[in-house]
């Protein structure tokens, strides 16, 4: 047990060394240059003192080759320090610790409502026999997953807050704030869940142990709570996995719809001005969050189904379909939407 | 159970009130021109405490018919007529809620697969007991306690350590022991039993039917079992039930139906029932010689009168096979053993635990020969090493320890073109044929991939090598453009012993070639093998875990157990006087073997 948490730490320390890395050339390879970007504070660079922006690259170490500053603020990094916000001059921990709460509180809320109504959505969908109810609820899914988040976040706008105002259209103002954006937060992973929860349910329904419970003369809501929810669980566990990556990625789009304050924004606008230090500590305590969120679940799969056990689960034949056997792949998945999201943001 | 007489009380007792009385029942599923019939008009009695078999092959509605008795038809399975009366109640009309009411409580189930019949994630002590909490038989408590004792006459050791074990920590045979502690927790009055022990190894089958047979006549429960095995039948139905194509064909005492078959189709299936047919008429289907011995002296008019001698008496034919022990093989030109396997060990690595072992002895000194043209049957149950050790033959597994010479040439560490050499004269049938022909290929790629695979002959050859090999096996060539999935099971088996033929190899191994096919079907292959075996010589290492298969296939046989031989010998010697005990646990448990030593001898006189 404890010997899988170890490897399993390692692994994640790997995984972050690896965000960082691809971080930091993928920045590295975009064309601007930060310092002119920060001196001309969004206005044209040609009018600015050449002398000026050399002394600048000199003073964060940007004239130096590539392969000395990567090991520069790596070695910084390990030691816990990202380093100074190129944009605001404040250090990288502190600007991601007082955006962290606002987001925390829209993704943890947008997961929650998105579960939780996405497994009433599965439930709904495999207990009814109505077969066009059964139709129509199994489309609904796959409708959230296609339509993009920001138009929902605006057409939820226009009706909530400019038709009817019953919430405000943007801003960080409390629990009223909150409730539009974590509603459009919600629409992905609650799709994903009720997509994948009534696939394992319809599947685990036609196993033959739902079979024998049904000729133990087990009433339907019986079959369905104790026998199938359960063995669909670990995939719909899995998939929420893979969404906390997908959350912050998301988290970058709806901060900029509702105009919130939040690591979304922080990231979006620190991709916009290249303020690398920043962008990599956003990437960093996004893989560390994923990878965590993953570990924990990897942990909690033999309390659910007692045919996995900790350690063997890597390679244990009794680990169910679609689970990804090797976190790493899991975080560089990770790695790569949030890199790919803030990188496109930038154009 | 298989009393004559305590029929005829039975019948006496209750023939006015039958517990269990199916009239015209018309089952369908919906299908692609119109609705399928599954079962059509089917009239069934069953009587308090009888055990009745309902017999037939796949596809014939039998599984169908005791679904629909407990309400469970899978999805689009509809009752179009007929009345299953069950006590007061008619089980066609009754609504869901009603029906919930007599599974379990008044009609138990014994499904047909151990293996995924119980729910992963539960204790097996919580899904026993939940039929006794389901009806309200039990509190929490009482149930829980409960559950233990019906898993201790369910014939669980150590019922108490059982309830609270997971279902993937029991063998087989006792989470179907599991299954019927919940089939029997609320006493029902009739118990359906489909296909019960058909995923079982035969001396677990044997000692699970044994328990179920002691356990209902001591409760008094009547037994639907359905199966499509004619020596399970006769060994515990008091009446049997034949269906054909949706229809009972017959019904009848079991002694009657088995002694004085009216129907044709019972006479069929009785024909092909390999364990009860060899028990009466031993008709082996390979002649009792090696092949090879006598194609090479004198061609195929030779081979003819080699079978003919077989069916006439099948103690020549042993004494000829008795001649041809690997210590002195046949004598023809001198030719040396065509596979010798020498003292092979194969051992697996285990997961590391705390003072468990670190590896598991798959295959344990194992030695043998084959001639060329012979057949040689290595026979066990489900891990006793059989497949392991074909596949080291085959070079498909390293072996850890001991030598395979093939031909004379030492195989054991062979690499690269002397490899590739051996993959061309020696080929495998596999299993099971829905699996092993790849759905993207026509059957005529399947047949002529070996021979593409290895540059023989042009397409205009390989072509008509594929047509040649498709008569061999007497599939019309039709069949050259279709799909696998096109065909029946038996068929795509005769497509796979032509793939094996194709490179005319000298040794195939057969693995369980026959275990899932229906036993007429399964008649049919083995026939063939036996024709192709006379016809090109080829010799066969033929596992398989059913004694009754191999009594018809093969010159010799080698019983293993454990990773290990424990007895060698030819296939009349071995049948006629086993000296291992193992071997006779084994020879006993081949059902049919209680009716055939009870039954045949004096046959029963027909109650009137």
């Known amino acids: 047990m404890w010997r899988y948490v170890l490897r399993r730490l390692a692994q994640a320390v790997g995984v972050l060394w690896a965000a960082y890395t691809v971080t930091f050339l993928v920045l590295d390879f975009l064309p601007g240059d930060p310092v002119s970007a920060m001196a001309g504070a ?14 600048l690259r000199h003073q964060y170490g940007f004239d130096q080759p590539v392969l000395v500053q990567y090991f520069h603020y790596l070695t910084k990094a390990l030691r816990g320090d990202f380093g100074t916000s190129v944009s605001t001059n404040r250090s990288v921990s502190s600007v991601l610790l007082d955006a962290l709460p606002p987001t925390l509180a829209l993704t943890g809320l947008g997961l929650t409502i998105g579960v939780l109504t996405g497994g009433l959505l599965a439930f709904a969908a495999t207990y009814t026999n109505h077969r066009w109810l059964r139709q129509g609820l199994l489309s609904l899914p796959s409708l959230g997953v296609s339509v993009p988040g920001f138009w929902i976040g605006l057409m939820l706008v226009q009706l909530f807050s400019f038709r009817i105002r019953l919430f405000p259209a943007f801003g960080n103002d409390g629990l009223r704030g909150l409730i539009l954006p974590a509603v459009t937060m919600a629409v992905l992973p609650g799709a994903m869940v009720a997509q994948i929860l009534a696939r394992s349910l319809l599947t685990a329904l036609a196993e033959p142990y739902t079979q024998t419970a049904q000729a133990k003369g087990a009433g339907r809501l019986r079959v369905h709570l104790r026998h199938a929810l359960r063995n669909a669980l670990l995939p719909t566990l899995t998939i929420i996995g893979v969404l906390t990556g997908q959350l912050m990625a998301n988290a970058v789009v709806i901060e900029t719809v509702f105009s919130r304050n939040g690591l979304g924004r922080i990231t979006a606008a620190a991709v916009n001005v290249q303020d690398i230090p920043v962008v990599q500590g956003v990437v960093v305590f996004g893989t560390f969050v994923f990878v965590t969120v993953n570990l924990v679940i990897d942990l909690v799969y033999p309390l659910l189904d007692p045919r996995i056990a900790v350690g063997s689960a890597r390679r244990g034949p009794a680990r169910p379909r679609g689970t990804p056997s090797d976190p790493t792949l899991g975080g560089g998945l990770a790695t790569s939407t949030v890199v790919g999201s803030t990188a496109g943001s930038s154009r | 159970m298989g009393d004559p007489t305590m029929t005829v009380d039975q019948k006496n007792d209750q023939e006015n009130d039958p517990l269990l009385a199916i009239r015209g029942l018309s089952v369908s599923y919906p299908g692609r021109p119109g609705p399928v019939l599954a079962v059509r008009g089917l009239d069934l009695d069953i009587h308090s405490g009888e055990i009745v078999a309902l017999v037939g092959e796949s596809g014939s509605g039998k599984s169908t018919t005791a679904h629909a008795v407990i309400g469970l038809l899978p999805p689009g399975g509809r009752i179009d007529a007929g009345s299953i009366q069950f006590g007061a109640h008619d089980l066609a009309r009754l ?67 059982r309830a609270r074990q997971y279902p993937h920590e029991l063998s087989g045979g006792m989470r179907q022991r599991a299954l019927i502690a919940i089939a029997i927790a609320a006493k029902p009055r009739l118990i359906i039993a489909d296909e019960p022990t058909s995923a079982l190894d035969v001396t677990v089958q044997r000692l699970i039917l044994d328990h179920l047979d002691q356990l209902t006549a001591e409760l008094g429960t009547a037994v639907l079992l359905v199966t499509h095995d004619l020596g399970v039948a006769a060994d515990r139905a008091q009446r049997i039930a034949v269906m054909s194509r949706g229809r009972i064909v017959e019904t009848g005492p079991t002694a009657r139906i088995l002694d004085d078959p009216r129907d044709p189709y019972t006479r069929s299936l009785l024909r092909a029932a390999p364990s009860l047919s060899a028990t009466r008429d031993l008709r082996p289907v390979v002649s009792a010689r090696p092949a090879a011995a006598l ?74 020969t084959i001639s060329p043209g012979e057949t ?62 790849d759905p993207r290929f026509t059957i005529d790629e399947v047949i002529t991939e070996p021979l593409r695979v290895f540059h023989v002959g042009d397409r205009a050859s390989r072509a008509a090598r594929a047509r040649d090999l498709l008569d061999r096996v007497a599939l019309p060539a039709s069949v050259l453009e279709r799909r696998p999935a096109e065909l029946s099971g038996g068929q795509r088996q005769r497509v796979a012993i032509a793939r094996a033929l194709a490179l005319a190899p000298e040794l195939v191994v057969c693995d369980e070639p026959v275990s899932a096919l229906d036993v007429s079907v399964q008649a049919q292959v083995l026939e063939l093998l036996g024709e192709l075996q006379s016809d090109t010589g080829v010799a066969y290492l033929f596992i398989s875990h059913d004694l009754s298969v191999v009594r018809q296939i093969a010159h010799r046989v080698a019983v293993m157990r454990s990773g290990r031989v424990v007895e060698t010998g030819t296939t009349t010697e071995l049948f006629a006087h086993p000296e291992h005990e193992y071997t006779r646990t084994l020879l006993d448990a081949i059902p049919g073997t209680a009716y055939a030593h009870h039954a045949t001898p004096a046959p029963a006189p027909g109650p009137a």
């Open chain 1, 42 to 55: 969004g206005m044209d660079s040609q009018g600015i003192d050449p002398a000026q922006i050399e002394k």
């Open chain 2, 95 to 161: 609504s869901h809620r009603e029906l919930r009411v007599i599974r379990g409580a008044g009609i138990g189930l014994v499904p047909q697969d151990p293996a995924v019949s119980l729910n992963p994630v539960q204790r097996i002590g919580d899904q026993v007991a939940e039929v006794l909490r389901i009806h309200r038989l039990a509190g929490r408590g009482e149930a829980a306690a409960a559950a233990v004792d019906l898993l201790e006459r369910a014939g669980l050791p150590e019922p108490r350590t």
């Open chain 2, 295 to 368: 194609t090479k002296t004198v061609p195929s008019a030779d081979s003819d009168a080699g079978k003919n001698g077989a069916q006439h008496g099948s103690r020549d034919g042993g004494q000829e096979a008795a001649a041809l022990t690997p210590a002195a093989p046949a004598g023809t030109n001198g030719a040396r053993p065509l596979v010798v396997a020498d003292n092979l060990v194969k051992d697996f690595p285990l997961p590391r635990t705390a003072g468990g072992a670190r590896t598991l002895r798959a295959v344990d000194e194992v030695s043998f």
């Open chain 2, 376 to 437: 040689l049957a290595l026979v066990g149950e489900s891990g006793s090493g059989k497949s392991t050790t074909a596949r080291l033959v085959l070079r498909l597994a390293d072996p850890t320890g001991g030598r395979i010479l093939f031909d004379g040439d030492d195989v054991t560490r062979a690499g690269g073109g002397r490899l590739r050499a051996l993959r061309r004269r020696a080929q495998l049938i596999y299993q099971n044929p829905y699996a092993s022909l």
